[in-house]
């Protein structure tokens, strides 16, 4: 079954934990960087990943996120 794409209001529901998978996808925006709450807000990241979402590509995004993790020894099955 796949999931809803879509809330009861129709929209598409972004996380704040979808937002912090994408920002740790940018390069040189580390976790503890004071830029990410910035860079979250001035680039509109959750419009970005509802757009990704809405095309089916939102995957690509936590497929790269699980490859970073995977290459500091951090195993994925917790991860997304």
């Known amino acids: ?6 809330d009861l209001f129709g929209e598409i529901p972004v996380t704040l934990e979808e937002i912090e998978i994408w920002i740790d ?6 976790r503890d960087s004071w830029r990410r ?6 680039w509109n990241v959750a419009e970005k990943i509802r757009a990704w979402k809405q095309t089916g ?8 996120r699980a ?7 951090v195993t994925t099955s917790a991860a997304h």
Not at 25 to 30: E, G, H, N, T
């Open 37 to 42: 709450a910035s860079y979250a807000q001035g």
């Open 67 to 73: 490859d970073q993790l995977r290459a500091i020894g």
């Open 57 to 64: 590509r939102w995957d690509e995004i936590e497929a790269a």
């Open 25 to 30: 996808v940018v390069p040189a925006l580390s």
């Open 1 to 6: 079954m796949t999931p809803q794409l879509h």
